[in-house]
């Protein structure tokens, strides 16, 4: 995905700034495809995640640490999460999919992609802005 190994010695795997790499790289791969010389594929949007769904995490990254970053309209929404770690790691897993989810689906509709959710403590965000 092209995360600048500074990026993930300075801030780790988990972190907004490795996940908005990873979105961008993402975003790239797809843009550098070609079925031919004449038809290049571009996309418009891109997830990526990247987290600690356990069975065990690190003092600085507990179980349940989650950052997830969506590209969309040139910026990048990021935001980390911390789901209960009393949670299974499939329970981890499948609310990470669906927060992504929900996040690319408000960045289609137009509206911010970073949401509050009630069960779900929001720990940091970001958004970039990117040519």
Do not use: F
């Amino acid at each position: 995905m092209n995360v600048c190994p500074t990026v993930i010695e300075q801030h780790s795997e988990v972190s907004l700034q490795c996940v908005a790499q990873m979105a961008i790289g993402a975003a790239r791969l797809v843009s550098d495809s070609r079925v031919d010389s004449n038809t290049t594929y571009s996309a418009d949007y891109a997830i990526a995640t990247s987290g600690m769904a356990g069975p065990t995490g690190t003092e600085q990254i507990p179980v349940g640490t989650v950052v997830i970053a969506v590209l969309a309209h040139n910026k990048v929404y990021s935001q980390k999460i911390a789901i209960s770690s009393s949670r299974s790691r499939n329970y981890i897993r499948d609310l990470t999919v669906a927060v992504a989810l929900d996040m690319l689906r408000r960045a289609i509709l137009g509206k911010d992609p970073i949401a509050q959710y009630g069960y779900i403590k929001a720990t940091e965000q970001n958004v970039l802005e990117i040519e």
